[in-house]
Each structure stands twice: as C-alpha cells, then as structure tokens.
C-alpha cells in the first residue's frame, strides 16, 4: 500500500493524474462531451503504459468528468451529462438570479464530498455491499426504477398527471429499436436508424441546448445575468447554509452511493432522484426550481457519490455499476487484470491504485475547481450572439462524435422540437428523460421477473423490497392528491 | 391553459392508443414464460392513457385558474426561422462536410441573434472561423475524433 501511495506521487504519474482530472473537468463541462468519453477515447492511450499508471489516467478523467458535468448546468442551463440534469433545475435559475459563483461553489463542495467520502466507503466497505447488491433481483430492481420515475414525476406538484405522462413517453420512446432479452424490433418501421434506438446525447442536448437557443432567440432574449464573483469569499457558501443542509447532504450521498453501486443504474438517476427526494422533504419545496441552494447540494453529492458506489461492484464482483465502470473494467481486463472477487488477493496494487487515485483526484479537482470559479463565470458575460453559435455547432459535433453518422443530426433537431412543444404545453422533461434513461434496464428487469418466479407478476408485490418501493411509488404519485384532502378533512375536525 | 390542456391530453390519449394499436402488431417467438415485448409498450401506453385521462378531468375543474398559453406570431415565427437555419445546417452538413458550412453557419446565428445593432461583418467572419478551428483542434487534432465530411464530391 505504501508502495502505491509513493507511486501516486512520482513526478509522472501526478503529471498524469493531474492533466487527465483536468481534462475530465473540460471534457465534463462541455455539452455532449463527457469523461465518460474521455476514458472511452483515452483507453488505446494506456496500452503503451503501466497498468497502475494508465489505470490512473481512466480514473481520474472519469472523476474530473463526473464533477465538471455541473459547470455547463449552472452557467448555462445546458448540462455536460446526463449526470449534472438535475443540477440545472436550480443551478441555472441561481445565474440568472445573479448567484453563479456561489451556485459553482456549492456544487464544488458537494462534489468534492461526494467523491471523496464514497471512494472511502467503497475501499471499506465493497466485499460486504456486493454481496448485499447479489440478494436483490429483477423484482426489486424492477420497482427501484419504477418508484424514481414516481419520485421524479410527482415532482410537479401542481399537476402529477403531467409527470406521468411525460414519463410513459420517455418509456415508450426508449421501446423504439431492439426489445432486450429477445431482440424484437419495435417501432423501428425498418428504418436501419431507427432500429438501434434514440441516442441519448442527441436526446439531452436537443431538449436542453437547442430548445433554449431557438427559445431564447424566438423571445428575444439579450439581458446577461449578473455575476456575484467580486462579492465572495472561499466557496461562496455559509456555514449556516452547511449546515441546514447537513441532512440533506447525508440523505443525498446515502441515494447516490446506493444507486451506484446498483448495477445497470448510476449517476444519471441518483441526481434526479436526490433532487426529487430534497424537494419532497424540504421545508420550503416552493423554492425548489427557482434558485435553491439546497437543490444544488443534492444533485451534485448524489452524482458524485454513485462514483465510489458504481466502483464497489466493478471492484468486488467484476460487474460494472455503469457505462463508464464498464469501459473501466475492459480496461482493467486488457492490461491483464481480472476483476472479481479475487482481485483483492491478487493484484491488491491494482485495487489500492484505483481507489488512490480516485481520492487524489478527488483533491486535485476540488483545488482546481476552487482557483477556477471566479474565472468560470466570465462566459455569462459573453453576449449571447458570441455565445451561442458555439454552442450550436459543440452540439452538432457532439452527438456526431458520439455516434458517428450525420442522420443523429435529424434525431437532434427532432428532440429540441419535442422540447419546445413540450415547454409549451408545460410537461416536465426531468420525468421524460429519467424515463428513458431507465427505461431498457426497466423492461429488461420486468420480463426477467415474470419469467423468474412461479407466481409471475405476483412476485412483484410479495417480496418486501420490492413491495415497499412500488408502495412508495404509489404514494408519492397519490400523495399530492390526497394531501388537501387530509388538510381539508384536519380543518373540518378541528 | 385549460384548453391547452385538454388538447394536450387528447393528444397524448390519441397516441397512447396508436401505440397499443402498433403494439399489437408486433411478431415475436415466445420463450417459456417470458411475457414478450409487447408487454412493455402496453405498460407505457397505459400509463400515457392514464395520465391523459387525468389531465383531461383536472382541466375540467373550474377552480384550476391558469394562465393561458400566449401565442406571439413574431415569436413563433422567429423561432421558425431559426430552427429552418438548424436544418439547413444539418444537411448542408452531410451534402458539403464540416468545415465547408461551419463558418457560414456560425456566421448566420452570430447575425441573426446580434440583431442590426450590434452586428458588424468582421466579427461574424472571426468569430466563424475561429469556432471552426477551435473544433478541429479540439476533436481532430486533440481526441482523434472524425467530423462529418462531404457526401456530394
């Protein structure tokens, strides 16, 4: 271990660690990009390096990534993946009420925290949660999805069918292409493009940054937000405001660390979901989407704890947590490394590199972060006729890049025009997205549970994990509904 | 809104029913017990259904107040006018490559969104020119990532 601890800071490999958190910050920050690509595009990089030390470099930019995502979030409204969506929720109206830095500053923090105390859970406590992870099936997985889309749904308070609704259509367009399990085409209409499904990048940037420039230029829009970076000291943000939302952190991190570690589900859901479950517990929930601060905190700690919770299955069992634990893991198996079970007795280096390198970049980007945030909010003050058609085209590319053939370009035009009907008519897009997201993993767990058990889909509501997320489900999709019937029932007894 | 509304979940009502309609027309070979992939579909298109029910019925509620939807003719057709813009950025993509309409595409938005006052030839041509070669020192040079290229020639 101390062998390990001397090699994170030789010369080179910080050189490395420190250049690929800081390229996972950009790559994070930018619309469409993602760290997540960066391990993707960097892995053939590592080939020609030690496997600790190219194991560093995957790490770090995927840690960089994760924590970067918020910056586009924030300043923009735009988010850098589907990791940081919720952060835009709250983020995004700070700007423009004038809080960028304090906003970054918050999302900094709980990044940091985020990361680093899960990759500290994680080192300790992986053998004992991946045995945990292996007691629960289809069933439960099943009804864990199901209930954050309820959570996600019943999010807009004032109409839930509206959430209900944009969620059945994030499910059903994530029927479009290949059914999992058997591999039946579905509402592809044998087009060849339409048969691998919708791209989620195109998805995220056509209803985000698209819809808000043609939006925005349909309005009229040309008034800069104000920027609070002369005003502020350290990270923007009080003790008191830590400190009223202490619970909400730690509730926050517990989702995020636990959704990581459950295979398949990730980053993308715990942010929404540690959103939904802040705003639902909130004292003032009608602040929520207008510029709270608490909104902030739960987003980017939960995003960020699934990095040490998707690491505890990767790690202990060889299963990856999700897409990015996934390039990890064929990363770790081209450099001869098997995961599993056995890792910790045989290559124990390895599994002490992955988690030092995770807690060093942790740091590192927390730092860079930090002599960053004042300098980050200097784009609000690009009039948005130079800003803009950057991001135009960054949106072109990226879903070009990701995807590799110029027909995503149709899909991208389509989902901005989706997104602007749908702010329209006022249905959310977070319960459309979570949805779609969720939706293959969903289906795939659905089937699997109907096939499993002998009592069919009876089982789903005798096994009591499962019976008590699908409960809560239903409760938080009825409960705005029945609230004012209590209050009005309460008022009449009192 | 109440009209929006009810147009809105007749709409998603009406889809609702043409996805179980196309559902049900989907060929599969079964597995021992597995219910297939229509069930799925079924699931959403219930849920979709149901939800439009219920936005139909709260609609109908006279003490739901909401403000009405503006319609801004201007608005709309702005907005048109940029989204034709998008369009036709994507497929002068395709037919002539990215770094052949990049700049002119970058020029047009600059122009179109700076408005008549504050917009001035060189800048648009900078700003174009640089944000072309900002993306190929990022993604080509920097990630090793291709970037469409012509399909006419």
């Known amino acids: 271990m101390f062998d390990v601890v001397l090699s994170l800071f030789d010369p080179v490999t910080f050189a490395i660690i420190l250049g690929a958190s800081i390229l996972g910050v950009i790559l994070g920050a930018i619309p469409g990009l993602s760290g997540g690509l960066g391990v993707a595009l960097l892995l053939p990089v590592t080939f020609g390096m030690e496997p600790g030390t190219g194991l560093a470099m995957l790490v770090a930019i995927w840690i960089g990534g994760v924590s970067g995502a918020m910056i586009g979030s924030i300043l923009l409204g735009i988010p850098g993946s589907p990791s940081a969506i919720a952060t835009c929720f709250d983020g995004y109206p700070m700007t423009r009420n004038g809080e960028a830095v304090k906003a970054l500053g918050a999302a900094i923090t709980a990044s940091f925290l985020g990361t680093f105390f899960s990759i500290l859970v994680a080192a300790v406590a992986s053998p004992v949660l991946a045995d945990l992870a292996l007691k629960l099936g289809p069933w439960e997985y099943f009804s864990l999805g199901f209930c954050a889309i309820a959570l996600v749904a019943s999010l807009s308070r004032e109409n839930v069918g509206k959430g209900m609704a944009s969620a059945s259509l994030g499910l059903l367009f994530a029927c479009v292409g290949f059914a999992p399990i058997d591999g039946t085409a579905r509402f592809s209409f044998d087009n060849m493009y339409l048969s691998s499904g919708f791209d989620l990048i195109a998805m995220m940037l056509g209803i985000f940054a698209l819809k808000q420039i043609v939006m925005d230029f349909a309005k009229g829009t040309q008034d800069l937000p104000s920027v609070d970076a002369g005003r502020i000291s350290g990270f923007g943000v009080s003790l008191r405001e830590y400190r009223d939302n202490l619970w909400n952190l730690v509730r926050s991190f517990g989702i995020g660390i636990w959704i990581g570690f459950l295979p398949g589900m990730g980053a993308a859901l715990s942010n929404m979901v540690a959103y939904a479950q802040a705003k639902s517990a909130s004292k003032h929930p009608e602040k929520f989407g207008k510029g709270c601060i608490d909104g902030v905190f739960a987003s980017e700690i939960s995003n960020n704890a699934s990095v040490g919770g998707s690491l505890i299955p990767m790690i202990a069992l060889g299963i990856p947590g999700d897409g990015t634990t996934a390039i990890l893991l064929g990363g770790l198996m081209i450099h001869g490394v098997q995961p599993g079970p056995l890792l910790f007795t045989n290559n124990p280096e390895i599994v002490y590199m992955v988690f030092g390198t995770a807690l060093l970049s942790a740091v590192l980007v927390v730092l860079v972060q930090f002599f960053g945030m004042r300098l980050f909010p200097a784009i609000l003050k690009v009039p948005y006729h130079y800003l803009y058609p950057p991001i135009v085209v960054l949106s072109f590319v990226g879903v070009f890049v990701n995807v590799g053939g110029t027909y995503i370009f149709l899909f991208l035009l389509g989902f901005a025009a989706l997104g602007i009907v749908m702010d329209m008519v006022r249905l959310p897009v977070s319960p459309f997205l979570l949805a779609f997201i969720l939706g293959p993993m969903l289906e795939s767990n659905l089937r699997k549970g109907f096939t499993y058990s002998a009592d069919g889909a009876l089982a789903f509501f005798t096994r009591p994990i499962s019976a008590a997320l699908l409960a809560a489900a239903v409760l938080s999709i009825v409960w705005p509904y029945l609230r004012p019937m209590l209050r009005r029932a309460q008022a009449r007894a009192s | ?153």
């Open chain 2, 1 to 153: 809104m109440q009209r929006t509304d009810r147009i809105t979940s007749l709409a998603l009502i009406g889809l609702g029913l043409i996805v179980v309609w196309l559902t049900s027309r989907i060929t599969y070979t079964s597995f021992t017990d597995d219910p297939g992939p229509r069930l799925f579909p079924y699931f959403g298109a219930a849920v979709l259904i149901l939800s439009g029910l219920g936005i139909f019925l709260r609609a109908g509620r006279s003490e739901i107040a909401e403000e009405t939807i503006p319609v801004d003719r201007a608005q709309i057709r702005r907005g048109g006018i940029f989204f034709v813009l998008l369009a036709l950025y994507a497929l002068a993509m395709k037919l002539f490559g990215f770094y052949a309409v990049t700049p002119l595409l970058v020029f047009a938005v600059y122009w179109l969104i700076a408005g008549p006052k504050r917009r001035a030839v060189w800048r648009g041509a900078v700003l174009g020119l640089g944000c072309t070669l900002a993306v190929y020192l990022l993604f080509t040079l920097g990630l090793g990532s291709y970037l469409p290229e012509a399909s006419m020639f």
